[in-house]
C-alpha cells in the first residue's frame, strides 16, 4: 500500500475551526477546536480518497505546502500535510458465512447502495477504526 500526503489549511470559523484540502474539493473536517478538526482531517482524507479510486477517478497530484495560493477570506491558523494509505487492489477471497446473515449482509448493501464486497469491506474498515479508538 502507497501512502500519499496532502496539503491542508486550517482555519478559524464562526463555529471553532475547519479544516479543507485546496487539491480535492469537498474533502473537509470541522471541530470546536483546532485538535479536533484537525485529527478529524486524516479520516476525511482517507474516505475521500478511497470514494475517488471506488468510483474510477483519478487523484489529482498533491501541491507542495509552499505553493498554495493565499486566499484573504480564509482566516488561516497553520498549514499542515495529513498522510494517508492508498488501498492497494482488490483481493478476490473465499469466506464461509451463515446462509441467514448473508442474506441480511445481501439486504443492507443493496439499500446502502452497496455492492456485498463493497458493504463488507465498509464494515470491516469501521469496526477497525472503532478498535483503533479504544
Not at 489529482?60 to 491558523?77: G, K, R
Request: aromatic content about 4%; proline content about 5%.
Amino acid at each position: 500500500m502507497a501512502e500519499v500526503f496532502y496539503p491542508a489549511i486550517l482555519e478559524k470559523s464562526e463555529d471553532g475551526y475547519g479544516l479543507f484540502f485546496p487539491n480535492l474539493p469537498g474533502c473537509v473536517s470541522a471541530g470546536e477546536t483546532a485538535d479536533e478538526a484537525a485529527r478529524g482531517g486524516a479520516e476525511a482524507l482517507a474516505l475521500h480518497l478511497e470514494g475517488m479510486i471506488e468510483d474510477g477517478e483519478e487523484l489529482p497530484p498533491p501541491s507542495a505546502l509552499n505553493e498554495l495560493a493565499i486566499d484573504d477570506d480564509v482566516e488561516e491558523v497553520a498549514r499542515m500535510l495529513v498522510g494517508a494509505t492508498l488501498p492497494s487492489r482488490a483481493a478476490r477471497i473465499n469466506v464461509t458465512i451463515d446462509e441467514g446473515l448473508l442474506a441480511r449482509i445481501d439486504r443492507a448493501a443493496e439499500e446502502s447502495g452497496l455492492t456485498r464486497s463493497g458493504f463488507l469491506a465498509q464494515a470491516a474498515r469501521e469496526r477497525l477504526s472503532a478498535g483503533q479508538r479504544r
